[in-house]
T-cell receptor, first 112, second 111 residues
């Protein structure tokens, strides 16, 4: 049982490039989330999904898009990367909106 | 949106000293969760509190949920170097339908 898996684990992008981060969970959870964490700061919610085919904006959605075409996968896209998007990105999933969150290992993204 | 304040932001202790972090919400919560993130790692679930005034213990860790269900605390007795990391609370408001994380308290322990 792998839990929540994020790919890739590390990535360096040039300003203006695009990329997609993949999050996969094998726990049949309804809710999935994307957070970013900057040094010395907490977790800021980018986008989330309460079920297959649905997405919603979090606290810091600008510059990101998401898709939840399959229940087990939640994709985070950066269309035109900016240095301000240098961060560690965490994906998480929960069974409902009130249950414990399971986090992936994180993706460390650097935009130069 | 829901505001969750966590204090202190940083805490440095000598090994063996106690440590407490506090989480405060502006609204009544349906539950609160606590997570630990080791340096370089990802947040890991510790516990969930649901009932007013609830107290739960895990070895040297004591978790409390306030009577008004607006605040919570995590207390570590006799810290060890293995306790280092950032402790986050995640508060859930029934109307919000999802949790809001506090900014975390980063604990360093000097041996």
């Amino acid at each position: 049982n792998a839990g929540v898996t994020q790919t890739p684990k590390f990535r360096v992008l040039k300003t203006g490039q695009s990329m997609t981060l993949l999050c996969a969970q094998d726990m049949n959870h309804e809710y999935m989330y994307w957070y970013r964490q900057d040094p010395g700061m907490g977790l800021r919610l980018i986008h989330y999904s309460v079920g297959e085919g649905t997405t919603a904006k979090g606290e810091v959605p600008d510059g990101y898009n998401v898709s939840r075409l399959k229940k087990q996968n939640f994709l985070l896209g950066l269309e035109s990367a900016a240095p301000s998007q240098t961060s560690v990105y965490f994906c998480a999933s929960t069974k409902t909106g009130y249950t414990e969150a399971f986090f992936g290992q994180g993706t460390r993204l650097t935009v130069v | 949106g829901q505001q969750v304040m966590q204090i202190p932001q940083y805490q440095h202790v000598q090994e063996g000293e106690d440590f407490t972090t506090y989480c405060n919400s502006s609204t009544t919560l349906s539950n609160i969760q606590w997570y630990k993130q080791r340096p370089g790692g990802h947040p890991v679930f510790l516990i969930q509190l649901v009932k007013s005034g609830e107290v739960k213990k895990q070895k040297r860790l004591t978790f409390q949920f306030g009577e008004a269900k607006k605040n919570s605390s995590l207390h570590i007795t006799a810290t060890q170097t293995t306790d280092v990391g950032t402790y986050f609370c995640a508060a859930t408001n029934t109307n919000a339908g999802k949790s809001t994380f506090g900014d975390g308290t980063t604990l360093t322990v000097k041996p």
